[in-house]
């Protein structure tokens, strides 16, 4: 930002600003007094911040305690943070569901819904049925379109910084797709649009099992994986986008595809047929053993690509998320592998979000937007650079 002069009073009042409504939303209705303690400014700037908080409809009186009431004199006024002034969506696009969640401008969901879709359903009929439960959502909550205030959006493929999938094989019509654009239209706000797994890795890093980590891995686990990155706390994307797309690496001289180790006959599964592949790990379970023979071929493979990434980056933390079947039986292989090449291996645990993981991160986007706007003096977690 550079050195801070006299001579931008906007820029100045935008700093002001900014902190007192850090501390507002992170206090139980403060009172003048606390906020010139909490802030360290002076009682006059303060004030006159709060007035203009007011005036924007962010920053209301609350009421006063009740042992205030009950004292002679007028009780000092207090203050809340409106986070019912705007609200914000975090939608994810699957191949099977559609999913949306809905929160106030503290990021707490109100609201959360979700429907199946086909694996072989065009970009159209998939949108339109992301269209169908963010009405849902927003009429049960009762939120009116015209008060989002932003839309986050996690979508499997490579994702250009207007929103566009680049390359998005995992959805038929996926690949070129001007998704951001398509969605704006729905919306009279900013739509933020970003790959599943780096969606899903902020999401741990928020309200997962990575927060108290700031380098981490997320491996979204499939038959073909992707992974996200956080270097140093922030959302690692790659030069054009593509950092963490692990499913790739069996290109480089490796060329069984993930739809084969997983088979126990001659022909390979389906990428997106989730139904055949828990039915082959629930067989591995049983003991199977054609079954236990495919669930370890690729719980190798996995095992090989996430050590690739993990030597790369050197996280402190690795989460494994994705599929809900099996995911435990690749833990103690990867621990194994990343002692044996690491120096200090990273921890290595399950996603405590599940399938929410990527409604989740797409949440923390729309939020981290807000926040830029409101709260702008450091980027955020997830800004575009």
């Not at 599964?269 to 055949?276: R, S």
């Amino acid at each position: 930002m550079g050195r801070l002069t006299g001579g931008d009073p906007s820029l100045l009042r935008r700093i002001n600003s900014a902190v007192v409504l850090h501390a507002l939303r992170g206090a139980d209705a403060p009172t003048l007094t606390d906020l010139t303690r909490i802030t360290g400014l002076s009682r006059p700037t303060v004030e006159g911040v709060v007035e203009g908080l007011m005036e924007g409809g962010l920053v209301v009186e609350a009421a006063p305690e009740e042992g205030e009431a009950r004292r002679q004199g007028r009780p000092a006024r207090r203050f809340r943070f409106r986070a019912e002034a705007g609200h914000l969506l975090g939608i994810e696009i699957g191949p099977h569901r559609v999913a949306a969640l809905l929160s106030g401008l503290d990021g707490r969901i109100i609201g959360a819904g979700s429907r199946e879709v086909s694996e072989t359903a065009p970009e159209d009929e998939r949108l339109d049925r992301v269209r169908t439960v963010v009405a849902d959502v927003l009429r049960r909550a009762g939120v009116a379109r015209s008060n989002l205030r932003a839309v986050g959006v996690g979508t499997p493929g490579i994702v250009e910084a207007d929103g566009t999938v680049r390359l998005g094989t995992a959805l038929p019509g996926w690949t070129g797709l001007a998704l951001g654009e398509r969605l704006r239209r729905s919306f009279r706000c900013p739509v933020i649009v970003e790959n599943d797994a780096n969606a899903a890795a902020v999401a741990e890093h928020w309200k997962g099992a990575a927060t108290d980590s700031d380098d981490i891995v997320f491996v979204l686990a499939g038959l073909s994986p992707g992974a996200g990155s956080l270097i140093g706390g922030r959302l690692h994307r790659g030069f054009g986008g593509a950092a963490g797309e692990i499913g790739a690496l069996h290109l480089l001289g490796r060329g069984v595809t993930p739809e084969h180790l997983l088979s126990t006959t001659d022909e390979p599964l389906h990428p997106l047929d989730e139904q055949a592949v828990a039915e082959v790990f629930a067989l591995a379970r049983k003991g199977d053993a054609r079954a236990e023979a495919a669930v370890e071929r690729f719980i190798q493979r996995l095992v090989h690509d996430v050590a690739a990434l993990v030597l790369a980056i050197d996280p402190e933390l690795v989460v494994v998320g994705g599929w809900a079947a099996g995911l435990d039986g690749v833990l103690q292989p990867l621990r194994e592998e990343l002692a044996r090449f690491c120096l200090r291996p990273p921890r290595v645990v399950l996603s405590l979000l599940g399938e929410a993981a990527v409604g989740t991160g797409a949440l923390r986007l729309a939020l981290d937007h807000v926040e830029e706007q409101l709260f702008a003096v450091d980027g955020t977690v997830t800004a575009r650079r």
